[in-house]
């Protein structure tokens, strides 16, 4: 699609984004719903998402600090594809209602005003805790104080 065409673009870009020493952060519909860690997506072609932020993530979860974000695969594909294609590690954090579906999944009240903005700085807080525990090299079960 013309967006992947983009994204390798900016990746082609940044040849320094080397899976040794580059972590993403992925939001994908966080504006509202249940916050969920992406551990696969992708219904015909399966992408496994790499361990080492997932984990990281996982035990930050149990740690109690941050609300719950829950493992979960996502049938669809996200923009996280790409750059794990390319082997780059990718925390891809992804809201759904309770049904499974991503939250106002392409519908049309999926607007900016109709986000859940806790949910959207949920996210990224939640993202930059595990990034930050990544680069510490945390291996014991963490707790962000």
Known sequence: AASDVYKRQVLDA???????RTLL??????????????????????????????????????GGVMAEVTPADFAGETDAGVALRRGLHVLALMALD??????????????????????VVRAAD???????AAWRG????????
């Open 126 to 132: 939640f993202g930059a805790a595990v990034v930050v």
């Open 25 to 62: 952060v992925h939001f994908d519909r966080v504006g509202g719903g249940s916050l969920h860690i992406l551990e696969a997506e992708g219904a015909l072609v399966r992408c496994e998402h790499p361990p080492r932020l997932r984990e990281l993530a996982r035990r930050l979860s149990e």
């Open 14 to 20: 940044h040849p320094e984004w080397r899976s040794e």
């Open 98 to 119: 309770a049904d499974g579906v991503p939250h106002a999944d392409h519908a049309r009240d999926d607007l900016a005003t109709g986000l859940d903005m806790e949910t």
């Open 138 to 145: 945390e291996a014991d079960p963490l707790a962000i104080v």
